[in-house]
């Protein structure tokens, strides 16, 4: 018997005559983890030896690097980056929680407490 994975959600509008939406942590996580990728000078996002394993066989994990707390409306989130080598990491990693403030609170209406980031590498160019 395959144990279930629980997943937290939380609800971000409700109405009586149609219904509610619920939005998983998990999905938070996607948004600030593809958000964050966009951002030039950050090579990847770090994960941790479970991540880095399912990455190796070839499953996509949105959610790699990226650890989201979420309460009643509010936001608290953690990445961990490769930064390019050559770039300025405050600026980066200012562009980044802007970035990613911004798509999370326009994507879920949720209120955005703070992103911190954790530079866990450098990554070298090859030529």
């Given amino acids: 018997m395959a144990a279930e994975i629980e997943r937290t959600s939380h609800k971000v509008y409700e109405k009586d005559t149609i219904g509610e939406v619920q939005i998983a942590d998990e999905v938070v996580a996607i948004i600030a983890g593809l958000a964050a990728t966009e951002v030039e000078g950050v090579d990847s996002m770090a994960g941790n030896v479970t991540n880095e ?75």
């Fill in 53 to 127: 394993l399912v990455s190796r066989l070839g499953m996509k994990n949105l959610s790699k690097g990226v650890k989201v707390e979420v309460t009643e409306e509010h936001v608290s989130v953690v990445l961990s980056l490769n930064i390019k080598y050559g770039y300025s990491i405050p600026a980066v990693c200012e562009t980044v929680q802007e970035k990613v403030k911004n798509a999370i609170e326009n994507m879920t209406g949720l209120t955005v407490l703070d992103v911190n980031i954790k530079i866990a590498g450098v990554a070298l160019e090859e030529k």
